[in-house]
Each structure stands twice: as C-alpha cells, then as structure tokens.
C-alpha cells in the first residue's frame, strides 16, 4: 500500500529557502503523478504544484510559479519541492499527494488525487 511521508518544513524568514521532500513506500512512483497542495488555517486546500510520472511535465500555481521548483528522483521514490523567495502567505501546512499515472498531464487538482501524506508545516515569518 503507497505511504507518502512529508518531510523538509520549518520556520523561515521572508525571502529564504525550503526544499520539502515526499517519500514513498509501499510502491515504486514510477507511475505516478505527484502532486503539493498546502492548506492554512481558515483557508480551503489549495493545489501549488503536479509533476507528471516521468517527471518530463510540470505544472504550478500562478501564486507560486518562478519561486516554486518541483522535481523527483524515482530511484529515491521521492519527489521534491524547492521553494524560494518565500513570503509570509506562503505559510501553510504543505501535503503531497499521488494518483496513478496521467501520461503527460498534470492537474493541480485536489479531487483527483486520492493517497495523500500526512503534511509538513511551513511558517514563513520574521
């Protein structure tokens, strides 16, 4: 059974770094999509970013793009997400998720993704 473990959240000032990591065990992530959504407290789920099982498509929030890099390394069984240049709305607690394999398409969509970990807390703050 796939297990997704979250890990890489911290506090941060504004404008640093985080490099978040999403292992999996139970199966290969060959043939998954992978997605990072992020929810803060008050607000709905919001989908951030979705690699493809190859890794050759990506697709990210407009809030996050050219700040947010994410990739995967599948002799790891673990996907990544860089994220620079952070700003205080950028807090969140930060999930990822996998589906079974969509070919080249990647959709941030929170609906269509259904093993989920259990998240890692992001705080963006002086």
């Known amino acids: 059974q796939l297990q997704l473990v979250e890990s890489g959240g911290g506090l941060v000032q504004p404008g640093g770094s985080l490099r978040l990591s999403c292992a999996a065990s139970?199966?290969?992530?060959?043939?998954?999509?992978i997605g990072w959504f992020r929810q803060a407290p008050g607000k709905e789920r919001e989908g951030v970013s979705c690699?493809?099982?190859?890794?050759?498509?990506?697709n990210y929030a407009d809030s996050v793009k050219d700040r947010f890099t994410i990739s995967r390394d599948n002799a790891k069984n673990t996907v990544y997400l860089q994220m620079n240049s952070l700003k205080p709305e950028d807090t969140a607690n930060y999930y990822c998720?996998?589906?079974?394999?969509?070919?080249?398409?990647?959709?941030?969509?929170?609906?269509?993704?259904?093993?989920w970990g259990q998240g890692t807390q992001v705080t963006v703050s002086s």
């Open positions: 139970g199966v290969t992530l060959d043939y998954y999509t």
């Open positions: 690699i493809s099982s190859s890794g050759g498509s990506t």
């Open positions: 998720a996998a589906r079974p394999a969509l070919g080249s398409w990647c959709p941030i969509i929170s609906g269509m993704f259904g093993s």
